[in-house]
């Protein structure tokens, strides 16, 4: 007896899941929700399993479903992978050429010379003026250059501000005077800032910039000396 009323509740059960009693679907929003629809197409050996729909209505269903993949970091088949290298350079990136050795080491023996103090003419560690400190530089490689600023300024090319290098020579008409009469090495660029080294009659050899009032207020130009900076 209890045996045929087990058998018979186990009957009603199946009934119930075969029929769907217990999930009436009225609609493919109510199946997803359910969770008992399935795309057709995400199962290609059986083409009767979930109901039949249009090929827009897959579409829609297929973007949902890599929606979902892309959520719970699932990745996508290869072939859906879109290149993500480029070969061709992009209008708004710059690569800047690299920077001239001969400039970055004269830079470097410059640098020696901070805090020598001020002397007219000179040209050694013991006191230099500022065309004596470009000059001391020069000699250690062996390149002759004029002895002064107004001279050197009219050596190699005259370069617009916006176009400065480390290297390059910067002149200033200072103390009210009309002609260059004063001269620094470009040791670096900061966006429109331009810092140098220079020997200062009141400081001896310092870095300077082109920001502070004095120097920008004196700046004459820019020269490039080295043809290949």
Do not use: W
């Amino acid at each position: 007896m209890a045996v045929t009323k087990k058998l018979y509740f186990t009957f009603l059960l199946l009934l119930t899941v075969s029929f769907g009693y217990s999930q009436i679907i009225t609609s493919k929003k109510v199946a997803v929700k359910k969770g008992v629809y399935q795309n057709p197409a995400s199962n290609p050996t059986s083409k009767t399993d979930g109901p039949i729909t249009s090929s827009k209505s897959s579409k829609k269903s297929s973007k949902k479903a890599e929606a979902s993949a892309t959520s719970k970091n699932v990745k996508a088949p290869v072939s859906n992978l879109k290149n993500v290298i480029s070969d061709a350079n992009a209008e708004d990136i710059e690569i800047s050429a690299p920077e001239n050795y001969v400039a970055v080491q004269m830079i470097n023996n410059a640098m020696q010379f901070l805090g020598v103090r001020y002397r007219g003419g000179g040209t050694s560690p013991d006191g230099m003026d500022c065309s004596g400190m470009v000059t001391a530089v020069y000699n250690l490689f062996d390149m002759s250059i004029p002895r002064t600023s107004r001279d050197m300024a009219t050596v190699g090319e005259k370069i617009d501000s916006s176009s400065v290098k480390k290297g390059d020579l910067i002149f200033f008409k200072t103390n009210g005077k009309r002609v260059i009469n004063h001269v620094g090495m470009v040791v670096d660029i900061i966006g429109d800032e331009i810092k140098f080294i220079h020997a200062s009659t009141s400081r001896g050899v310092i870095i300077s910039s082109t920001k502070e009032s004095y120097y920008s207020r004196t700046f004459a130009q820019i020269n490039r000396v080295l043809s290949n900076l």
